[in-house]
């Protein structure tokens, strides 16, 4: 395991990475896909698995406002990541988690 990358958060209906966060983390986790307008929620489910080592890979980087977020189920936390398999993870608590789109509305 090498480095945490940002969270990829995909369009449920196009395919496309290009997903923005709509929205702010007191309100909810709307997206839209810069590709076919879609929008849809994120949210997340605990897989079981932890990756201990997430914590100390964390990048530390300010994130920008409009990049794919999603919350911790576990600790809640916005600090998720990618693990180098692919999988998201929390950087807070180690967490690996399952992304879930949520209320897809076509665009
Ligand atoms: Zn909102
Ligand atoms: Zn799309
Ligand atoms: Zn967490």
């Known amino acids: 395991m090498s480095t945490i990358s940002p969270l990829v958060v995909k369009c449920p209906q196009c395919a496309a990475a290009e997903v923005f966060y709509s929205c702010e983390p007191e309100c909810c986790f709307n997206h839209i896909c810069a590709r076919c307008r879609a929008t849809f929620e994120t949210a997340t489910r ?53 992304l879930v789109l949520e209320n897809v509305q076509p665009g």
């Open 46 to 98: 605990a897989v079981g698995a932890s990756a201990p080592g997430a914590r100390d890979l964390r990048d530390g980087d300010e994130r920008e406002s409009d990049a794919p977020t999603a919350q911790c189920c576990v600790c809640d936390s916005l600090e998720l990541g990618t693990l180098a398999d692919g999988r998201a993870v929390c950087t807070a608590c180690g967490a690996v988690l399952e």
